[in-house]
């Protein structure tokens, strides 16, 4: 009777360490790969960036000097209408710090949430994790 397995039957289907090795050696230029094309992506977000802070600059300085020309535009009109000079800069003064009065309150409202709160909880290995207060329906809807 003869064997069934044929002497030859090992080489040829390869065995487990080939495939081992044969992934090992092109591992380096998989990995090569990668770190290029994250090199390369890198550069063309950091051009990105660059034009981004620029444009944004742009944008504030012309964004401010439409904000004076509106005021001086609502000045004059107050003028025209027969407010005196000081009354309508008074006027002004109040109206741009209500509005900053406003936007100070709601930076305030959203700095609790540049500490990462919700992700510091799952990180923290506690003993005896503290109860979770109810989440305040308004912070649940991102504005």
């Known amino acids: 009777m003869t064997d069934t397995a044929s002497p030859g039957a090992d080489s040829i289907a390869p065995s487990l360490l080939q495939h081992l090795k044969a992934l090992a050696s092109e591992l380096p230029g998989l990995v090569s790969d990668r770190v290029e094309l994250l090199t390369l992506e890198l550069q063309r977000a950091a051009q990105s ?7 944004t600059v742009a944008i504030a300085i ?15 009109l107050l003028l025209h209408g027969g407010l005196p000079p000081l009354a309508a800069l008074l006027l002004t003064v109040a109206i741009n710090t209500l509005v900053i009065a406003v936007a100070v309150a709601r930076v305030r409202k959203l700095l609790p949430r540049l500490q990462l709160p919700a992700t510091r909880r799952h990180l923290m290995v506690s003993p005896n994790p503290a109860p979770e207060a109810p989440p305040d329906e308004r912070s649940a809807v991102p504005r």
């Open 49 to 55: 960036l660059v034009q981004i802070v620029m444009l």
């Open 62 to 76: 012309l964004g401010v000097t439409v904000w004076f020309a509106l005021w001086a535009a609502l000045i004059s």
